[in-house]
């Protein structure tokens, strides 16, 4: 079915799911692991991931794309690494790929970007109970929330960073990251590479740098209303300008952020709220001729209030709100829409690959989200949300849909996401499937449905 899929991917698949099959008819103690079956020892580990998944996308809400979209996308990671007496060194390879996309599939570098190096780095850990760690070479990362750095998990690719990290516990819970790299960008970009599975190596270059530092402070704030609060703080700066093979829009961003949250617990209520303001310079597009430089100053804020019911299903429920802003006016020298930087979107507003028309920018969405575990190893989600623009002449997410003029209003419309998790081998194999319903307004009248089912195997 797929003539670009390579050989030794679909080799591993087979075995893989060979292995966990024999290992649920045999009752072993505990997740197959290939580590485990290779007897290895001394240091080393080898495992990773394959993930395959069916989608089909009924009424695009894109500019330019066709109304009905469906593909598969495999990805595939292989980690290896190696401890000893506070040193460790780790490879880990991924392959990302897709089949059956139609010519006019919205494809990009998010959906495939073959053979690579995901991770390649040394590091060591040194100081009392080995609190510090510094880390050298390509690596993921996930800060806090996962709202601006983070390690993609639904996407078919994944974000990866050349640098250096350096992070660092207390045994009173604190913790504090540092981070100055460049993250990788993916290849190639182009549609007929990107249908075809085309490789290129993945590379990243001083015209995009990122440096921050993050602290977790779960002992910092005083007990309020007889929750202990957890707080998270962080600074984010990123510069990027062109070259001359790429274009860019020569961000240059500070974003600040705190998050206070607490834990959940069953008959209590518990919350999630996080802030984040962005300030600095950018310019309105990528177009090489486009060279006004303009003020940027953007907001983020989350806020979650939840309850954990005393039932034998654990069925939560989550009271959300959302704004992220957006730009005022196309007129002006202001920019006002916020930048998720490296940050994910799914965990909040569905999934992304094919669909994800919501982003973190310019939207104002209330809703509520429902969790249940109904049977053994099947939990169940379900999210309902309204959306609105946060300025009315400014675009709609990912969509490239805008009325300048704001005369469309600022109604999005409303989505219905549906989700079913089975854990078939319980640290070995995971069947995923949802269902999105979105009914857009104003500036596209659409009816739209989204539907995925795959598999998450690790071994």
């Not at 939840?306 to 989550?318: G, M, Q, W």
């Amino acid at each position: 079915m797929f003539s670009k899929v390579s050989r030794s991917t679909t080799s591993l698949f087979v075995l893989c799911t060979a292995l966990l099959i024999s290992n649920t008819l045999l009752a072993a103690d505990g997740p197959w692991s290939l580590s485990d079956a290779l007897g290895l020892d001394n240091g080393f580990t080898l495992g990773g991931e394959h993930q395959s998944r069916f989608e089909h996308y009924d009424g695009n809400v894109f500019v330019g794309t066709s109304p009905n979209d469906g593909a598969f996308f495999l990805r595939t990671t292989l980690d290896a690494r190696y401890r000893k007496d506070g040193f460790s060194a780790q490879v880990e390879m991924m392959d990302s790929r897709q089949g059956q996309a139609d010519r006019d599939t919205r494809l990009s570098n998010s959906h495939v970007s073959t053979l690579d190096l995901l991770q390649a780095n040394v590091a060591y850990k040194f100081g009392a109970n080995s609190a510090n760690e510094i880390r050298v070479g390509r690596f993921t990362q996930d800060w806090g929330s996962r709202t601006l750095i983070a390690r993609n998990r639904y996407r078919n690719t994944i974000n990866t960073l050349d640098g250096v990290s350096f992070s660092h516990k207390q045994a009173n819970g604190n913790e504090f990251k540092f981070l100055s790299a460049q993250p990788v960008r993916r290849t190639p970009r182009d549609r007929l590479s990107l249908l075809d599975n085309d490789h290129r190596g993945d590379k990243s270059s001083e015209a995009l740098r990122v440096h921050g530092v993050f602290a977790s402070l779960p002992n910092l704030l005083p007990t309020f209303l007889n929750k202990d609060l957890d707080l998270e703080t962080y600074y984010i700066a990123l510069k990027e300008k062109d070259t001359r093979k790429l274009q860019t829009s020569n961000r240059d961003l500070h974003t600040f952020g705190f998050r206070v949250r607490s834990t959940a617990a069953v008959n209590e209520w518990d919350i999630n709220l996080e802030s984040i303001f962005q300030t600095g310079e950018r310019r309105g597009s990528s177009n090489s001729l486009d060279t006004l430089d303009l003020d940027h100053q953007a907001f983020y804020q989350r806020v979650e209030l939840a309850y954990s019911f005393d039932t034998p299903y654990r069925l939560r429920a989550i009271f959300e709100f959302n704004y992220a802003s957006g730009d005022e006016s196309p007129l002006d020298r202001d920019s006002g829409r916020f930048d998720t930087i490296l940050g994910v979107s799914a965990f909040e507003f569905g999934p992304v690959s094919l669909y994800a028309p919501i982003s973190r920018s310019n939207i104002i969405t209330p809703g509520i989200r429902l969790t249940a575990t109904l049977w053994k190893n099947v939990a169940l989600m379900a999210d309902y949300r309204h959306f609105w623009l946060a300025e009315d002449k400014d675009s709609w997410g990912r969509t490239g849909q805008r009325d300048v003029t704001g005369k469309s209003g600022d109604y999005m419309g409303q989505h219905l996401e549906l989700r079913v998790r089975w854990s078939v081998v319980p640290g070995n194999v995971r069947l995923d499937s949802g269902l999105i319903l979105l009914d857009s307004k104003d500036l596209i009248n659409e009816q739209s449905t989204y539907f995925y089912i795959g598999t998450n195997i690790d071994f």
